[in-house]
């Protein structure tokens, strides 16, 4: 399997703290079937910046240190970008790393309650420059939660998102596994990744919710997504389902 988010690269940001971690997160991740992993550390938001320099040199080392160890695992450089007005100038200063080499996917994070009044116009641009933004974790966005609508109208108008593994198999609680169930049924999810950020509360999960999304969805619907994955990674063209509208839930007490 293919891991395109994970916050395994050591002490750049709130995933693992040294190499030791790493190395742990590193042979948990190859037990998970997971042989390719991109390391996402956080850019720009409000705790971290690490521009793509940083994330490139930091992935080299630590593919030496797994090579010198035989751990059978490739990683590759990627970023979870915050959503900020002045993206498309730090893409300008070559400050962003894409997830993929022709420069067509973004990993793109809102903050956790909202989605930012510039978010549409935002997108328009990049996707007019040829970038699809890739929103990450919507099940955990509270103005998602609150009205899912807000996330089919970017869906509607060509961007892709990314569902947590955890959240679908139930480690961010019972809610939010609902609701990420019910983003699949509409197709306003497109694939899996782990976000994952340390062994114990922030692990990968992704065995699991394949072996979840191929019982309650098929077999079909897992090839797609883990398809859809190699696709991006690739830098292929995606073509998903039509989106849906599902009804909005009652999640205003969660957060």
Partial sequence: MIDLHCHILPGIDDGAKDIEDSLAMARI??????????????????????????????VEILQQELDSRAIPLTIFPGQEVRIVGELIEDIAENKIQFIDEGNQFLLIEFPTATIPAFTESLFFELQKAGITPIIVHPERNHAILTDPNELLSLI?????AQLTAGSYVGSFGKKIQKFSKQLIEADLVHFIASDAHNTTSRSFYMKEAYRQLEKEFSQKKAEKFKQVTKDIINGELIIPNTPKKIKQPKFLGLF
């Fill in 29 to 58: 991740a190859v037990a998970d079937g997971i042989t390719h992993i991109l390391a996402t550390p956080h850019y720009k938001n409000g705790r971290w910046t690490n521009e793509k320099d940083v994330i490139n040199q930091q």
């Fill in 156 to 160: 509607e108008k060509g961007a892709l």
